[in-house]
Structure formats: C-alpha cells, structure tokens
C-alpha cells in the first residue's frame, strides 16, 4: 500500500502533557510533522512566535478565514485559534503525518471534515493525578485549576469519538504507544480507499 | 486500564492465508485463544475433529441454536457454521482475546451484536498473488477457482466495515502486525467504557 500522509489530531485535558508528548514524538520518528497554530491571544511568558503558536492581530486572522486559509479554526475565551492550511498540506503530499494539537470541538470538525484523521484523546493516568499536575505547575489560582476541572469534565463527554485512548504515564512509553496507534491506523480501511478501489477493479477484471 | 478480553474477527479472501496467520498468532504470543467454529459440512481430507472444526449433524446444530449456545451462525453453501458460545465467554472472561474466522456476512452481524469486536480482512499483496496462490494449491479445478474469485470481488465489497485491513505478504511479519493492531485496538474508547466512565464519575465529584 502506498503510503499516505494524515492528520493526527491530539487532544486532552489541559495538564494531561499533550505539548511534551507530541514534541518528542516528533523528535524521535522522522515521519511526523507538528503543526503549528495560529491565535489572537497574547504570548504567555516564555512562549516563542512560529513555535507555541504563530500569534496574529484579529483582523489578520479573520482575513485568513475569508481566504479559506484554515484548516479549521476556532472562538475559545473570545480568541481566534485555527491551523493554517498551507502547511499541513504540503506535509501531507509529502507522504508526513500531520500532528495538530486541537481542543475536543475542534477536532470533532476536522473528522468531519477529514473522515481518514485520526483522533487521539490524551490523559494522565488518573483523575488526582489530573488534579496534581495542575496543582504541582504552581502558576495557577485554584479558581484557575477549578475552572479547568469542569473544563476536562466537558471535554470528557466527547472522549467517545476518539479513535484511541492514550495513557501519558511514562513519556517514552507513551510516545512509543502514540507512534504504534498511528501505525495501525494507517490499516484501517478509510485510509486506504485508493488501494482498496484498486483491488476491486482487478478483481472485477478477473471475474 | 483493566485489560478486558475482546473478540477478534478474522475474515479474508479464500487463499489469503487467514488459517496460517491464526495459528502463528496464537503459538507466538500468549494472550489469544483461537476460536473452533462448529459445522454441519463433511470433513475434508487431513481435517480433524476439534482441530479445524467441530463436525456434527444438521440435529445438532440445529439443537445448538435453539439453546442460543452459538455466539453467531450462518448457511453457507447449504451448511451450517457457527460459533460455540461456551468457548468464547470462558475465554474472554479469563481477559483473553478470542480469534474466530468468520466469513464476511458473520462479521458483520459481529460487529452489531458486540460493537467491541475487532474486524480485521486479511488480503494477499496483489489479487494476482491471490489467484496464484488458488491456483497454486493445485487441488481445485478451473471452475471453483474461478467461483471463488467471484466469492472474493463479493467479499471485497464489505471490507469498509473492517477495522483494520492485513496484507499477508511474509508470514512472520504479518503475525506481528496482527498482533500491534490488535494491542492499538485495545486503547479505543469503545473498549474501554468501564474506564471512561469511572473517570469521568471522578471528574464531576471534583467540579
């Protein structure tokens, strides 16, 4: 089968360690390409443009979207986020998988968009340590850590229409996990309609 | 994640060697049970007992389906095969994952009863790999090769329902696949609903 480039949506509960699990996926299999954002929010300390996110004006966004220039994009806390089409599929005729880290709705869109992307939910290995990664950063109010507990609760009501499940308990582990779940999906028959179309014509062929 | 047994379908076309590829997933790795379908056919010759089938009357089966003792069933060439569910249960309740070759049309109806099973259609590399190896077994003649081409481009037509699709090229490689597809179809949240929803019963208690 020839091999085709798809589009890896990454979400899960803000402190699960989405950010540190795709990176070093990226650093250790060569196949992969991190997409990066776009967004009209401001740059938190330390977040560096074209490597956090690509940081814009809103009416610079918005002229994006009217020149269909996203993938897809989203409103969250009254700010822009969205994935800048260009470069995901120029990475994808490329023969890459394409990750982009995308909140639950989101990704939700891009499946419907994309039926072939897959949609990988991450999470810690359970709820308090959930909650103790979020506390243990140290940079958050508890009303802060609170609001993003009923956040993770909203975003779980959607975990079913993820294709997988990923555990982050040990980074290198999980990492490798992630790289066997892409592997297998590219198995699955969504992504392979035009070997599969191939197949049946031959088979008609000889009939 | 508690580790629950799931059921694993195997279907494909007639000389794809989904028989092969069976038995050396369940020599090679621990966790699988293999699955013996119970049938009203006559032996072939070399076939025995329990080994490649159970064989018993059209009474029998008949006498099993009344007793709901068959996981799934169907008429085939005017005879039965079906599943014993005994077998099964035991097995997947001991957390192993079960293997049954089934034909498409019993796959299918699977899936529909326990949406938790795992479809996978095994193919040859090439359909005309596929006609030499039907021809290459040298026991058919011309006419049922020639059927079972037509039985193939049938079957072909349902593979969009499969989870995964195996291209059969070199056995030892194929059975490791087998088995990282089956590992990656643990970690979808259809297979882990218990899971799921503990943890998000833990979120709610949090908020």
Redesign the interface.
């Known amino acids: 089968?020839k091999r085709k480039g798809i589009l890896i949506v990454v979400s899960g509960f803000s402190g699960a360690g989405k950010g540190t699990l795709m990176k070093q996926l990226v650093r250790t299999y060569e196949n992969y390409a991190l997409s990066v954002s776009m967004t009209t929010r401001s740059p938190r300390p330390g977040e560096e443009e074209g490597k956090e996110y690509f940081f814009v004006s809103r009416e610079e966004f918005e002229k994006k979207i009217e020149q269909d220039g996203l993938v897809e994009y989203a409103l969250y806390c009254d700010n822009y986020y969205g994935t800048p089409r260009e470069y995901v599929e120029r990475q994808l005729e490329k023969g890459r998988d394409v990750i982009l880290e995308i909140e639950i709705q989101g990704a939700l869109k891009i499946k419907k968009k994309f039926p072939s992307a897959v949609l990988m939910?991450v999470?810690p290995p359970?709820?308090?340590e959930l909650?103790k990664r979020l506390e243990g950063r140290g940079t958050e109010s508890p009303e802060v850590i609170?609001k993003r507990?009923?956040r993770?609760?909203e975003e779980?009501?959607g975990?079913?229409?993820?294709?997988?499940?990923?555990?982050n308990d040990k980074l290198e582990e999980c990492v490798l996990?992630m790289h066997?779940?892409i592997?297998?999906?590219h198995?699955?028959?969504?992504r392979?309609k035009e070997?599969?179309e191939n197949?049946?014509k031959?088979?008609?062929a000889?009939?």
């Not at 975990?159 to 555990?167: A, N, R, T």
């Not at 198995?187 to 969504?190: G, K, N, T």
Request: negative net charge; glycine residues 2%.
């Open positions: 089968m939910f999470m359970s709820i308090g909650k609170s507990l009923k993770a609760a779980a009501e975990i079913e229409q993820y294709d997988y499940i990923v555990i996990k066997t779940l592997l297998a999906a198995d699955a028959p969504v392979n070997f599969i197949m049946k031959e088979l008609e000889l009939c």
